[in-house]
Structures are given as structure tokens and as C-alpha cells.
């Protein structure tokens, strides 16, 4: 019985293509992403369930991110070491089991303590998906399958704030936890179904003292960009920020000596890998902002409801969702190269336009540039999340993916470390005591001119880079003139 159940899974993986791949490891990214951001909608009311200061439930958001910048850098070596499909298995099992356990938490020590398995689950999802996706689709449907990928990571953290609002309104908190459970066994299943387990061919040693500094230097940089929103924490997320840079530095030092860094940033020399990851981090900052600035620009600057503001900025969720059938075909006819240059032209000035908005302006018009910057935004992401990994070796496609994703993590957070900087800045100027219309077109121009350095950051890819994977034609052209 047990030979034929193997046998009808081996058959059922050989007949899967890419889409049943991509929507099995984004269902997964997208509970993980879901989750990390409808939970601040209900601090509030969980607060009061467990009898503490609304503030002090923030601790339940950092537990999370402390989880993530510990474990994410260890994860490509972890599915090396155990096979992708047996890690990322794993990870949703675990996620699961930290979304029950938070569900169950009777005080806010246990809903930390469960956080905290949750963000061991969310660490090997991420990079760990992605290595499941590169390892299993062909290079001719990267695109397509990275276009599906790219969708959960922008609907998830615009979907978050408004579905948490409705579950806090109409249901108890608890069941922000519970909705994690039949996504995760469905996925759980799924992945033992469609997906084969892959391991690396040679077992290198764990670097535990690069796994030590690396943990402390992330943990103390991701905690200083997320206290750095809240007011009056200002000298305690510079601390942080200082030890994160100075664990970080002692990791640089240490990896140098070491055979086989946790984070190998020797990568960065591949030439399509590192300006991916440059380009794309700056790009991430111009988009780990939005989240935090438009429900504060529309709720305080507009007076609009949360629920309205709440509408409006899923619009961006729209436009992300539109861009898969579109990003294939534009690559194939463009290639990477001249797609985000132009691209990037056209998100950071739809983002540039979010800076002059006003009261008197009509929401259709207002939704349907959201919409837009949606779009362009999921291009350009999609784009960077392909060609990244057009030259790196089979070998070391776990060290990249953890290397990725470790640095658009702590992109995206300090997106929104730099809005709120801006932000503050802007009033502190201004002597505003709340925020105005003129402190948030401030701060939108701010995150818009890092976009912008992103865009002339672009022009280092080589034009024939990604060309195998998009099928640009004149790139293979250019490539074979290059080689």
C-alpha cells in the first residue's frame, strides 16, 4: 500500500507544472505574510484580554522579527543538510503550531513565547519556497512562476490591517491565529504531494559563531527600524541600530576567515545576483513604506475611517494582482535590463504622485493611481526576483536565497523606519504636533528619491542578462557577443 501511494505521488510531481509549484509555496508565503500584518489591528482589543498597556503589546510584533533575523540566514544551509521539501514542510508544520499556540495564549508572556515558534516557522518558509520554486520549474517558466510567487508578499501586508479589522469586529482576535490552520494542513499536504525534496550535493559545516553574530547584528537592526516608528523610542532604536552595526561588522570580519559563512557575501560579486540585491533593496525601502504611510496619510491627513482608508490601499493589492499575465511577455519582448530601468521610471513616479495628493482629490482617481503603483511595483519586483538567480550555481542556490532574503527583510523594514523618520523630521520642522499634508508629501518624496537611485542602479545589469530565462532575443544576441 504503501509502494502505491509513493508511486501515484512520484506520478502526480512529474504532472505538476509551474502554476500548481508557485500557488503551493505562495498559499504558504501568503498565510506567513497575511499574518505578520493583520495582527497590529487587533493589539488593541487583545491588550485589554490580557489586562496590559496597548504599547506593551508591540513586544508581540518584535518577538516575530527577532525569530525571522535569527533563523533566515541558517535556512539554506538547513535544507541543504534535511532536503527542501522536508524543511519547508516543516516550516508550515511549525507555523502552524506557533498560530495555534498564540490562539490558545492565555497572557502575553505564552502569545511571545508562541510568536516566537511562529517566526522559527516564517524564517524557513520564505527563502526555503523560493529555493523550491528555482529547483523545481524550468528555467523557460521562471517568470511566470515568480510572478505568482511575488503576489501574496504586496497583498499580504495591504490585506493585513483591513482584514484584522474585520475579524477583531465581527469575530474574536483568536481567530487571526486559527485561519493559519486549514491553510497550513491543505499546504502541509500539498507539498508531499507535488514537490520533490532536494538536498545539496556537499554537506558543509554549520557556522555557528557567524550564526551567533549574524542573530544579534539582524535581530538588534530589524528591532531599532521597527521601535523607530514609535514615538518617544528614538535614542533606544539608534542603540539598537549602533549594536546591529557593529555585530555586523564583526560578521564581515568573521566570514572572511571562514570556509563556509552562514551569509556568504561573496555572492554579491555575481554580477546579475548583486545588483538584484542592491537595486531591489532600495526599491524595498520605497515599498516597506507604504504600508505604514498611506492608512496615516488618508485616516489623519484626509480624516478619513479606517475602514475607507482601508479600501483605498488595497488597491495596490489589485494592481499586484493584475501584473502576472503582463510581466512575461514584457521581459521576453524587452528584456530585464530595459524593462526595470523603464519600469522603475514609472513606479518611483507614480509613488512621487502620492506626495501631492489632497483632500479635494476624487477617490476613483486616487484608487486608480494606487492601482497603478501596484502594478509597476509587482513588475519591478518579479523582474528582481527572477534575474537574481540567472547566474548562480546549483550548488550555492541555498546560500542565495537565505542571502535574499535576509537583505529584503531588512529592507522592508527599514522602509519603514525611513518613512517615519521623514515623518517625524517633517513635523519637528514644521512644528506640527500631528502629522499635516505637507509632513506626509515630505516624507512620500523622500522614500520616492530612494526609488530613484534604484532606477539608475538598474543600468548595471548587462542587457543579455536573464535573456535564457525571459527568451529576449536581442539579449541572447548581445550574450553571445559578450562571451
Keep these: 500500500m504503501s509502494d502505491q501511494i509513493y508511486q501515484a505521488a512520484t506520478i502526480a510531481r ?33 491588550a485589554r484580554d490580557f489586562g496590559v498597556s496597548a504599547p506593551s503589546m508591540s513586544i508581540a510584533l518584535t518577538s516575530y522579527l527577532l525569530s525571522l533575523a535569527i533563523f533566515i540566514p541558517a535556512s539554506g544551509l538547513i535544507a541543504d543538510r534535511f532536503g527542501s521539501r522536508t524543511v519547508f514542510r ?52 521562471m517568470v511566470n512562476a515568480m510572478s505568482w510567487l511575488l503576489v501574496p508578499a504586496l497583498v499580504g501586508p495591504i490585506l493585513g ?25 491543505l499546504g502541509f499536504t500539498l507539498v508531499s504531494i507535488f514537490i520533490e525534496d532536494f538536498k545539496g550535493e556537499a554537506k558543509r559545516p554549520f557556522d555557528m559563531v557567524g550564526f551567533i553574530l549574524s542573530g544579534i547584528g539582524l535581530g538588534s537592526l530589524l528591532f531599532g527600524f521597527e521601535s523607530s516608528s514609535r514615538p518617544g523610542e528614538g535614542a533606544f532604536s539608534v542603540f539598537l541600530i549602533a549594536v546591529g552595526m557593529l555585530f555586523g561588522i564583526a560578521y564581515l570580519k568573521h566570514a572572511r576567515r571562514h570556509p563556509s559563512p552562514i551569509m556568504d557575501f561573496s555572492l554579491m560579486k555575481v554580477p546579475s545576483f548583486g545588483t538584484s540585491v542592491i537595486a531591489g533593496s532600495l526599491t524595498r525601502i520605497t515599498q516597506g513604506a507604504q504600508p505604514f504611510l498611506l492608512p496615516l496619510y488618508f485616516q489623519l491627513g484626509f480624516g478619513l475611517s479606517a475602514a475607507k482608508a482601508g479600501q483605498l490601499v488595497t488597491a495596490a493589492a489589485l494592481g499586484s494582482m493584475a501584473m502576472k499575465a503582463v510581466a512575461p511577455r514584457v521581459l521576453r519582448r524587452f528584456g530585464f535590463r530595459n524593462s526595470l530601468v523603464a519600469n522603475g521610471v514609472i513606479a518611483t513616479f507614480g509613488y512621487a504622485l502620492c ?25 519591478q519586483f518579479t523582474a528582481y526576483n527572477t534575474v537574481a538567480y540567472d547566474e548562480i550555481d546549483r550548488d550555492r542556490m541555498s546560500s542565495a536565497t537565505s542571502f535574499y532574503t535576509t537583505f529584503q527583510q531588512l529592507m522592508l523594514s527599514l522602509g519603514i523606519c525611513v518613512g517615519a523618520l521623514a515623518l517625524h523630521t517633517s513635523m519637528m520642522v514644521n512644528s506640527s504636533e500631528t502629522p499635516q499634508l505637507r509632513d506626509f508629501s515630505t516624507a512620500f518624496l523622500v522614500v520616492t528619491a530612494i526609488s530613484v537611485t534604484a532606477t539608475f542602479w538598474n543600468l548595471r545589469f548587462s542587457r543579455s542578462a536573464g535573456a535564457d530565462i525571459s527568451g529576449h532575443q536581442v539579449g541572447k544576441a548581445a550574450h553571445a557577443v559578450e562571451h
Design 161 to 185: 490591517p483591513p482584514v484584522g479589522g474585520l475579524i477583531v469586529t465581527y469575530l474574536d482576535w483568536r481567530w487571526i491565529f486559527y485561519i493559519n490552520v486549514p491553510i497550513g494542513i
Design 14 to 46: 512529474a504532472k505538476a507544472n509551474f502554476r500548481v509549484i508557485a500557488m503551493i509555496v505562495a498559499s504558504a508565503m501568503f498565510m506567513e505574510q497575511l499574518d505578520a500584518t493583520v495582527l497590529a489591528t487587533a493589539l488593541p482589543t487583545m
Design 355 to 379: 506626495a501631492a495628493f489632497r483632500p479635494d482629490w476624487p477617490l476613483a482617481l486616487i484608487f486608480a493611481i494606487l492601482v497603478m503603483c501596484g502594478f509597476f511595483m509587482s513588475f
Design 90 to 141: 516543516s516550516a508550515i508544520a511549525v507555523f502552524v503550531a506557533g498560530s495555534i499556540f498564540c490562539a490558545l495564549s492565555p497572557n502575553l508572556l505564552c502569545l511571545v513565547l508562541a510568536r516566537l515558534l511562529q517566526g522559527l516557522g516564517g524564517a524557513m518558509m520564505l527563502p526555503v519556497g523560493r529555493l523550491v520554486l528555482l529547483r523545481s520549474v524550468s528555467r523557460k517558466d
